[in-house]
């Protein structure tokens, strides 16, 4: 549920650059699998598609984040073409919220604790 909230988060507030950015790429992979978890089929179609772009601009990205600014990170934006997935994200008709609490409800052995 995790890596579904932050994709979410991160995206709704900076798009996809800043995800990646934030989380230094580290579950973007896992976020995929998440999404699909959740049976948000188009989210993890699309974070996919983001994770391939991402893949492409990876190394101008290092170039940025060794800068460590936040100049840098603006500046990252106009190197990135992670733009309109952005555009895609906010334009999903999926509810993740609903489908978050669809799945908890089907299976509330899966996320209690003993």
Same mark, same amino acid.
């Given at each position: 549920?995790?890596?579904?909230?932050?994709?979410?988060?991160?995206?709704?507030?900076?798009?996809?650059?800043?995800?990646?950015?934030? +989380?230094? #790429?580290?579950? *973007? &992979?896992?976020?995929? %699998?998440?999404?699909?978890?959740?049976?948000?089929?188009?989210?993890? $179609? @699309?974070?996919?598609?983001?994770?391939?772009?991402?893949?492409?601009?990876?190394?101008?990205?290092?170039?940025?984040?060794?800068?460590? +600014?936040? #100049?840098?990170? *603006? &500046?990252?934006?106009? %190197?990135?073409?992670?733009?309109?997935?952005?555009?895609?994200?906010? $334009? @999903?008709?999926?509810?993740?919220?609903?489908?978050?609490?669809?799945?908890?409800?089907?299976?509330?052995?899966?996320?209690?604790?003993?």
């Amino acid at each position: 549920m995790w890596l579904t909230w932050v994709v979410e988060g991160e995206v709704n507030n900076g798009g996809f650059n800043q995800y990646y950015w934030n +989380t230094d #790429d580290r579950y *973007s &992979e896992d976020a995929v %699998d998440a999404f699909e978890f959740f049976s948000a089929t188009d989210h993890a $179609a @699309l974070m996919k598609k983001a994770n391939g772009i991402r893949t492409h601009e990876a190394e101008i990205m290092k170039q940025h984040q060794k800068q460590g +600014t936040l #100049d840098a990170f *603006s &500046e990252s934006y106009d %190197d990135s073409k992670l733009g309109p997935c952005d555009d895609e994200f906010y $334009a @999903l008709t999926e509810d993740l919220s609903a489908l978050r609490i669809a799945k908890i409800r089907e299976s509330p052995e899966l996320f209690a604790g003993d």
